[in-house]
């Protein structure tokens, strides 16, 4: 079975840009989370979604990132506009009732932002 | 206030003998689950172990092994005959009783030495 799918897996924009990232969760997960992952803030969680509804989204840094869940198997995260501070590595996490809502993880996608 | 505390910012253990990194947690949740996720240089999130806290026996995969001691709210790795492969962060995590939020602690970074 595939594993969660994010591209891209590299990104190096400007400042300004916008940049949208984008997650395909397992089949049948029904939990989807984004996280951010930097060397001083270790990992973070941005927001989560259940059944494509966005339920807490307190951990996203501010206006400037929006995410959505148009349907069970895919998700975006956007950044508009891109600041250097946005340099990070971004994971989707998705999860499932069983084996206690284990989260698995995409391969992450290494955003730099000059 | 933090509710996963790795104390281990960095160990070291020889090719095939044993290693234990340290991982308490707060709650008060009665439900909750911990979980072990391995993170190479390569930067991927691999999922290894996982415990409920209404789980009787310590949780085995393989050569991992969570020593569970729910009184002293520890929930210790155990990597029995180390790899060379083994070397990456190891981060211990928390689920609370929503089963929706999941608490990570900063890491350990383990070198295995030939």
């Known amino acids: 079975d595939a594993g969660v799918i994010q591209s891209p897996r590299h990104e190096v924009t400007e400042m300004g840009q916008e940049v949208t990232l984008r997650c395909k969760p397992i089949?049948?997960?029904?939990?989807l989370f984004w996280y951010r992952q930097t060397m001083m803030r270790g990992l973070e969680l941005l927001i989560y979604f259940n059944n494509n509804v966005p339920i807490d989204d307190s951990g996203m840094p501010e206006d400037r990132f929006s995410a959505k869940m148009p349907n069970a198997s895919f998700s975006t995260l956007k950044i508009q506009p891109s600041e250097p501070r946005d340099s990070a590595v971004y994971f989707c996490?998705?999860?499932?009732?069983?084996?206690?809502?284990?989260?698995?993880f995409g391969p992450g996608t290494r955003l730099t932002v000059l | 206030a933090q509710k996963i505390t790795q104390t281990q910012p960095g160990m070291f253990v020889q090719e095939k003998e044993a290693v234990t990194l340290d991982c308490t947690y707060d709650?008060?949740?009665?439900?909750?689950?911990l979980f072990w996720y391995k993170q190479p240089s390569s930067g991927e999130m691999i999922f290894l172990i996982y415990?409920?806290?209404?789980?009787?026996q310590n949780a085995t995969e393989g050569r991992y092994s969570l020593n569970f001691q729910k009184a002293r709210k520890s929930a210790n790795l155990v990597i029995s005959a180390s790899q060379l492969g083994d070397s990456a962060m190891y981060f211990c995590?928390?689920?609370?009783?929503?089963?929706?939020?999941?608490?990570f602690g900063t890491g350990t970074s383990l070198t295995v030495i030939p």
């Open positions: 089949s049948g997960h029904d939990y």
């Open positions: 415990q409920g806290s209404y789980d009787q």
């Open positions: 709650t008060s949740d009665p439900s909750y689950g």
């Open positions: 995590a928390m689920r609370d009783d929503t089963g929706n939020q999941f608490y």
């Open positions: 996490a998705s999860s499932f009732l069983l084996q206690g809502r284990t989260q698995y």
